[in-house]
Protein backbone atom coordinates (compact mmCIF):
# COMPACT_ATOMS: atom_id res chain seq x y z
CA UNK A 1 0.00 0.00 0.00
CA UNK A 2 3.20 2.48 0.88
CA UNK A 3 4.44 1.89 -2.83
CA UNK A 4 0.50 2.70 -4.26
CA UNK A 5 1.21 6.25 -2.24
CA UNK A 6 4.28 6.50 -3.52
CA UNK A 7 3.54 6.09 -6.99
CA UNK A 8 0.38 8.49 -6.63
CA UNK A 9 2.83 11.18 -5.17
CA UNK A 10 4.94 10.67 -8.12
CA UNK A 11 2.06 10.80 -10.90
CA UNK A 12 1.12 14.84 -10.54
CA UNK A 13 5.28 15.49 -11.28
CA UNK A 14 4.94 13.45 -14.69
CA UNK A 15 1.71 15.10 -15.72
CA UNK A 16 2.97 18.31 -14.90
CA UNK A 17 6.01 17.81 -17.10
CA UNK A 18 4.10 18.47 -20.19
CA UNK A 19 3.70 21.89 -19.26
CA UNK A 20 7.29 22.28 -18.13
CA UNK A 21 8.83 20.30 -21.01
CA UNK A 22 7.08 22.04 -23.76
CA UNK A 23 7.75 25.39 -22.30
CA UNK A 24 11.18 24.61 -22.87
CA UNK A 25 10.79 22.87 -26.25
CA UNK A 26 8.40 25.16 -27.76
CA UNK A 27 11.19 27.69 -29.15
CA UNK A 28 12.68 25.56 -31.18
CA UNK A 29 10.02 22.70 -32.51
CA UNK A 30 6.85 24.11 -34.01
CA UNK A 31 3.68 23.36 -31.72
CA UNK A 32 1.64 20.68 -34.39
CA UNK A 33 5.03 18.89 -35.11
CA UNK A 34 5.97 19.25 -31.10
CA UNK A 35 2.24 17.60 -30.75
CA UNK A 36 2.04 15.00 -33.28
CA UNK A 37 5.74 13.34 -32.50
CA UNK A 38 4.54 13.31 -28.81
CA UNK A 39 1.54 11.69 -29.66
CA UNK A 40 2.71 9.28 -32.81
CA UNK A 41 5.80 8.34 -30.33
CA UNK A 42 3.34 7.78 -27.02
CA UNK A 43 1.02 5.56 -28.96
CA UNK A 44 4.26 3.21 -30.08
CA UNK A 45 5.48 3.02 -26.83
CA UNK A 46 2.40 1.70 -24.93
CA UNK A 47 1.26 -0.44 -28.42
CA UNK A 48 2.80 -3.60 -27.56
CA UNK A 49 0.85 -3.53 -24.22
CA UNK A 50 -2.56 -2.56 -25.53
CA UNK A 51 -2.52 -4.94 -28.83
CA UNK A 52 -4.52 -7.74 -26.76
CA UNK A 53 -7.13 -5.20 -25.03
CA UNK A 54 -7.14 -3.10 -28.62
CA UNK A 55 -8.29 -6.87 -30.77
CA UNK A 56 -10.99 -7.16 -27.47
CA UNK A 57 -12.31 -4.00 -27.85
CA UNK A 58 -12.20 -3.56 -31.57
CA UNK A 59 -16.65 -4.18 -32.29
CA UNK A 60 -16.79 -1.27 -29.40
CA UNK A 61 -14.18 1.01 -30.65
CA UNK A 62 -15.71 0.83 -34.24
CA UNK A 63 -19.30 1.59 -32.29
CA UNK A 64 -17.84 4.39 -31.08
CA UNK A 65 -15.79 5.65 -33.79
CA UNK A 66 -17.27 9.20 -33.84
CA UNK A 67 -16.65 10.07 -30.12
CA UNK A 68 -13.24 8.99 -30.33
CA UNK A 69 -12.61 11.41 -33.23
CA UNK A 70 -13.83 14.25 -31.38
CA UNK A 71 -12.54 12.99 -28.02
CA UNK A 72 -8.90 12.73 -29.66
CA UNK A 73 -9.43 16.20 -30.86
CA UNK A 74 -10.11 17.93 -28.03
CA UNK A 75 -7.16 16.16 -26.19
CA UNK A 76 -4.71 15.98 -28.69
CA UNK A 77 -5.20 18.80 -30.89
CA UNK A 78 -6.71 21.18 -28.71
CA UNK A 79 -4.82 20.34 -25.35
CA UNK A 80 -1.83 19.22 -27.63
CA UNK A 81 -0.76 21.31 -30.09
CA UNK A 82 -2.86 24.69 -29.16
CA UNK A 83 -1.64 24.46 -25.76
CA UNK A 84 1.97 24.99 -26.72
CA UNK A 85 0.87 28.02 -28.91
CA UNK A 86 -0.01 29.47 -25.74
CA UNK A 87 2.76 28.67 -24.11
CA UNK A 88 4.72 30.79 -26.60
CA UNK A 89 3.00 33.78 -24.89
CA UNK A 90 2.72 32.83 -21.17
CA UNK A 91 5.00 31.50 -18.24
CA UNK A 92 4.57 27.80 -17.18
CA UNK A 93 3.23 28.99 -13.84
CA UNK A 94 0.53 30.77 -15.56
CA UNK A 95 -0.69 27.63 -17.49
CA UNK A 96 -0.48 25.63 -14.55
CA UNK A 97 -2.76 27.51 -12.44
CA UNK A 98 -4.84 28.26 -15.50
CA UNK A 99 -5.20 24.36 -16.13
CA UNK A 100 -5.73 23.58 -12.12
CA UNK A 101 -9.40 25.35 -12.57
CA UNK A 102 -10.93 22.20 -14.92
CA UNK A 103 -12.36 19.95 -12.19
CA UNK A 104 -14.91 22.98 -11.57
CA UNK A 105 -15.49 23.64 -15.45
CA UNK A 106 -16.17 20.34 -15.53
CA UNK A 107 -18.60 20.30 -13.16
CA UNK A 108 -20.45 23.55 -14.90
CA UNK A 109 -20.65 21.23 -18.25
CA UNK A 110 -22.00 18.66 -16.71
CA UNK A 111 -24.59 21.15 -14.98
CA UNK A 112 -25.28 22.21 -18.71
CA UNK A 113 -25.08 19.66 -20.83
CA UNK A 114 -26.21 16.68 -18.69
CA UNK A 115 -28.16 18.07 -16.47
CA UNK A 116 -25.89 17.49 -13.47
CA UNK A 117 -27.58 18.63 -9.97
CA UNK A 118 -24.94 21.30 -8.56
CA UNK A 119 -25.32 21.67 -4.36
CA UNK A 120 -24.54 24.88 -3.04
CA UNK A 121 -21.38 24.09 -1.61
CA UNK A 122 -20.21 23.10 -5.53
CA UNK A 123 -21.74 26.38 -6.67
CA UNK A 124 -19.53 28.41 -4.13
CA UNK A 125 -16.52 26.38 -5.17
CA UNK A 126 -17.05 27.09 -8.86
CA UNK A 127 -17.50 30.61 -8.01
CA UNK A 128 -14.10 30.94 -6.37
CA UNK A 129 -12.11 28.80 -8.90
CA UNK A 130 -13.73 30.85 -11.64
CA UNK A 131 -12.51 34.14 -9.63
CA UNK A 132 -8.84 32.49 -8.88
CA UNK A 133 -8.46 31.91 -12.35
CA UNK A 134 -9.77 35.16 -13.91
CA UNK A 135 -7.27 37.16 -11.21
CA UNK A 136 -4.57 34.60 -13.23
CA UNK A 137 -5.60 35.37 -16.42
CA UNK A 138 -6.11 39.30 -15.83
CA UNK A 139 -2.26 39.39 -13.95
CA UNK A 140 -4.75 40.62 -10.81
CA UNK A 141 -6.59 43.18 -12.42
CA UNK A 142 -10.05 42.31 -13.05
CA UNK A 143 -10.13 45.53 -15.01
CA UNK A 144 -7.90 44.65 -17.25
CA UNK A 145 -9.59 41.01 -17.48
CA UNK A 146 -13.05 42.90 -18.26
CA UNK A 147 -11.33 45.16 -20.36
CA UNK A 148 -9.68 41.88 -22.49
CA UNK A 149 -6.94 43.77 -22.05
CA UNK A 150 -5.28 40.06 -21.02
CA UNK A 151 -2.18 37.97 -22.56
CA UNK A 152 -3.53 35.81 -25.68
CA UNK A 153 -1.13 33.16 -24.32
CA UNK A 154 -3.51 33.08 -21.15
CA UNK A 155 -6.47 33.33 -23.28
CA UNK A 156 -5.62 30.34 -25.34
CA UNK A 157 -4.71 28.18 -22.35
CA UNK A 158 -8.28 28.97 -20.43
CA UNK A 159 -9.44 27.73 -24.02
CA UNK A 160 -7.40 24.39 -23.58
CA UNK A 161 -8.46 24.34 -20.04
CA UNK A 162 -12.45 24.20 -21.03
CA UNK A 163 -11.27 21.92 -23.96
CA UNK A 164 -9.84 19.79 -21.74
CA UNK A 165 -12.77 19.87 -19.59
CA UNK A 166 -15.07 18.97 -22.29
CA UNK A 167 -12.83 16.45 -22.88
CA UNK A 168 -13.20 14.75 -19.22
CA UNK A 169 -17.37 14.90 -19.78
CA UNK A 170 -17.13 13.09 -22.69
CA UNK A 171 -14.64 10.19 -21.65
CA UNK A 172 -17.51 9.50 -19.59
CA UNK A 173 -19.92 8.41 -22.22
CA UNK A 174 -21.72 5.27 -22.01
CA UNK A 175 -20.77 4.68 -25.49
CA UNK A 176 -17.39 4.55 -24.25
CA UNK A 177 -17.60 2.58 -21.24
CA UNK A 178 -16.81 -0.96 -22.91
CA UNK A 179 -13.40 0.25 -23.77
CA UNK A 180 -10.80 -0.67 -21.22
CA UNK A 181 -8.40 2.18 -20.15
CA UNK A 182 -5.35 0.99 -21.84
CA UNK A 183 -7.58 0.57 -25.58
CA UNK A 184 -9.10 3.99 -24.86
CA UNK A 185 -5.21 5.78 -24.26
CA UNK A 186 -4.11 4.13 -27.47
CA UNK A 187 -6.94 4.85 -30.02
CA UNK A 188 -7.00 8.38 -29.05
CA UNK A 189 -3.04 8.60 -29.07
CA UNK A 190 -3.03 7.28 -32.71
CA UNK A 191 -6.13 9.63 -33.88
CA UNK A 192 -4.29 12.44 -32.12
CA UNK A 193 -1.63 11.58 -34.46
CA UNK A 194 -3.90 11.46 -37.81
CA UNK A 195 -6.00 14.98 -36.34
CA UNK A 196 -2.03 16.27 -36.03
CA UNK A 197 -0.15 15.31 -39.16
CA UNK A 198 -1.54 17.45 -41.91
CA UNK A 199 -0.99 20.88 -39.82
CA UNK A 200 2.44 19.47 -38.63
CA UNK A 201 3.27 18.72 -42.33
CA UNK A 202 1.94 22.27 -42.89
CA UNK A 203 4.50 23.75 -40.80
CA UNK A 204 7.54 21.81 -42.66
CA UNK A 205 6.59 23.29 -45.28
CA UNK A 206 5.90 26.86 -43.82
CA UNK A 207 8.73 26.89 -41.78
CA UNK A 208 10.84 24.33 -43.70
CA UNK A 209 12.78 22.33 -41.01
CA UNK A 210 12.03 19.14 -39.07
CA UNK A 211 13.03 19.14 -35.29
CA UNK A 212 17.04 17.76 -36.37
CA UNK A 213 19.02 18.38 -32.90
CA UNK A 214 19.61 15.90 -29.99
CA UNK A 215 17.94 18.19 -27.49
CA UNK A 216 14.77 18.91 -29.37
CA UNK A 217 14.50 15.06 -29.95
CA UNK A 218 15.06 14.05 -25.99
CA UNK A 219 12.29 16.52 -25.44
CA UNK A 220 10.17 15.17 -27.43
CA UNK A 221 10.87 11.41 -26.01
CA UNK A 222 10.39 12.85 -22.39
CA UNK A 223 7.11 14.11 -23.22
CA UNK A 224 5.48 11.10 -24.74
CA UNK A 225 7.26 8.97 -22.44
CA UNK A 226 6.65 11.09 -18.76
CA UNK A 227 3.64 13.48 -18.92
CA UNK A 228 2.03 10.53 -21.34
CA UNK A 229 2.77 7.09 -21.02
CA UNK A 230 4.38 7.09 -17.54
CA UNK A 231 1.18 9.79 -16.11
CA UNK A 232 -1.23 7.33 -17.89
CA UNK A 233 0.23 4.15 -16.49
CA UNK A 234 0.77 5.54 -12.91
CA UNK A 235 -3.10 7.32 -12.20
CA UNK A 236 -4.43 3.62 -13.46
CA UNK A 237 -2.57 1.95 -11.49
CA UNK A 238 -3.56 4.16 -8.35
CA UNK A 239 -7.07 3.58 -9.18
CA UNK A 240 -6.77 0.00 -9.46
CA UNK A 241 -5.49 -0.39 -5.78
CA UNK A 242 -7.15 2.41 -3.81
CA UNK A 243 -10.17 3.58 -6.44
CA UNK A 244 -10.93 6.57 -8.28
CA UNK A 245 -12.23 8.50 -5.48
CA UNK A 246 -8.37 8.54 -3.58
CA UNK A 247 -6.39 8.51 -6.65
CA UNK A 248 -8.20 11.73 -7.94
CA UNK A 249 -7.10 13.59 -4.52
CA UNK A 250 -3.38 13.54 -5.89
CA UNK A 251 -4.66 15.22 -8.98
CA UNK A 252 -4.86 18.31 -5.67
CA UNK A 253 -0.77 18.38 -6.11
CA UNK A 254 -0.89 19.54 -9.76
CA UNK A 255 -0.50 23.22 -9.11
CA UNK A 256 2.31 23.21 -5.99
CA UNK A 257 4.30 20.46 -8.19
CA UNK A 258 3.70 22.75 -11.70
CA UNK A 259 4.64 26.03 -10.43
CA UNK A 260 7.54 24.63 -8.35
CA UNK A 261 8.81 22.67 -11.35
CA UNK A 262 8.53 26.06 -13.46
CA UNK A 263 10.70 27.76 -10.75
CA UNK A 264 13.17 25.57 -10.07
CA UNK A 265 13.58 24.21 -13.96
CA UNK A 266 13.09 27.41 -16.14
CA UNK A 267 13.84 30.37 -13.41
CA UNK A 268 10.35 32.03 -13.51
CA UNK A 269 9.33 33.50 -10.41
CA UNK A 270 6.58 33.56 -8.69
CA UNK A 271 4.04 37.00 -8.34
CA UNK A 272 1.78 38.53 -6.16
CA UNK A 273 -1.33 37.73 -8.53
CA UNK A 274 -0.12 33.77 -9.07
CA UNK A 275 -0.72 33.80 -4.72
CA UNK A 276 -3.80 35.77 -4.73
CA UNK A 277 -5.59 33.32 -7.97
CA UNK A 278 -4.12 30.05 -6.34
CA UNK A 279 -5.51 30.58 -3.13
CA UNK A 280 -9.39 30.97 -4.69
CA UNK A 281 -8.61 28.11 -7.02
CA UNK A 282 -7.65 25.76 -4.42
CA UNK A 283 -10.11 26.71 -2.09
CA UNK A 284 -12.84 26.00 -4.56
CA UNK A 285 -11.59 22.97 -6.06
CA UNK A 286 -11.72 21.60 -2.56
CA UNK A 287 -15.41 22.91 -1.62
CA UNK A 288 -16.59 22.01 -5.26
CA UNK A 289 -15.32 18.59 -5.64
CA UNK A 290 -13.93 16.46 -2.19
CA UNK A 291 -17.28 14.50 -1.18
CA UNK A 292 -18.97 15.32 1.66
CA UNK A 293 -18.20 11.83 3.16
CA UNK A 294 -14.78 12.70 3.08
CA UNK A 295 -15.71 15.88 5.31
CA UNK A 296 -17.65 13.22 7.39
CA UNK A 297 -15.50 10.57 8.44
CA UNK A 298 -12.26 13.27 8.70
CA UNK A 299 -14.65 14.63 11.80
CA UNK A 300 -15.54 11.32 12.84
CA UNK A 301 -11.80 10.35 13.36
CA UNK A 302 -10.96 13.86 15.32
CA UNK A 303 -13.87 13.13 17.83
Known amino acids: MYFTYLVLLIMPVFMSSNIIIGRLAINSVEPFTLAFLRWL ?24 FRQLLALSFLGMWICGAIVYFGLKNTSATNATLIYSGAPVIILLLEWLFRGRKIALREISGIVLALIGIGLIVGRGSFTALLSLKIQWGDAVLLGCTISWAAYSVMVRSKVLQPLSNISL ?23 G ?23 FSCYQYGISKVGASVAGMFMYLLPPYGVGMAIVLLGEHLQPYHIYGFIPIMAGLLLATVPLSLFKRTRGITR
Do not use: C, N, Y
Not at 48 to 62: E, G, Q
Not at 185 to 207: K, N, Q, R
Open 41 to 64: LAFLIILPLALPSLRKDWAAIKAA
Open 185 to 207: FAITALLGSLWLLPFSLGELVIV
Open 209 to 231: HFPATQDIWLAIAAMALIPSVLA
